[in-house]
C-alpha cells in the first residue's frame, strides 16, 4: 500500500523539488546581476524532472544507519552543481556579466506559477485520496 501512495505522489514530490532548486539558481542569478564576470546558470527543468523520476532518486539517496529497528530511517540526497549550464546571453555586457534581469525575471515567475500549481495539484491529489480512504 504504501508503495503505491508513494509511486502515486512521486511525480509532484520530484517536480517540486525540482521547482525549488530551480528557484534558488534563478535567485542566485538575479542576486547576482551587478557581479562582475558571473555567468548566469540554469538548467533543463523537463529532462531532470524525468531523469529523476526513471531514476527514483535511489542512486542519489544515502541513508544514516541506525542502531535500533525501531529508528526511522533518514535520508539525504545529493544535489549537484553539475547538471547547471550557463545560459548564453542575448546582449554582452562590457563586465562580463551575463545576467539579463529581464528573462530571470520571467523565468523566476513563471517557476513561481509553476510550483503553486503543482502544489495545488498535489493537495487536490491528496484530499481525493483522503476521501477515498474515509
Known amino acids: 500500500m504504501i508503495d503505491k501512495l508513494d509511486s502515486a505522489l512521486r511525480f509532484h514530490q520530484e517536480a517540486l523539488s525540482l521547482r525549488a532548486r530551480r528557484q534558488e ?3 542566485s542569478n538575479v542576486a547576482n546581476a551587478d557581479t562582475p564576470n558571473f555567468k548566469a ?3 533543463d527543468f523537463g529532462s531532470k524532472l524525468t531523469e529523476a523520476v526513471e531514476r527514483g532518486r535511489q542512486s542519489l539517496s544515502m ?5 535500533s529497528s525501531r529508528h526511522l530511517s533518514g535520508e ?3 544535489a549537484g552543481e553539475s547538471d547547471l549550464m550557463y545560459r548564453t546571453p542575448n546582449q554582452s555586457s562590457l563586465d562580463g556579466n551575463t545576467v539579463e534581469m529581464d528573462v ?3 523565468n523566476f515567475a513563471d517557476n513561481a506559477m509553476r510550483y503553486e ?3 495545488t495539484i498535489l493537495s ?4 481525493s485520496l483522503l476521501s477515498a480512504v474515509q
Open 117 to 119: 500549481a503543482n502544489l
Open 41 to 43: 546558470r540554469d538548467f
Open 25 to 27: 539558481v534563478l535567485s
Open 76 to 78: 539525504a540526497h545529493a
Open 104 to 106: 530571470e525575471r520571467v
Open 124 to 127: 487536490s491529489k491528496i484530499k
Open 63 to 67: 541513508s544514516m544507519s541506525t542502531t
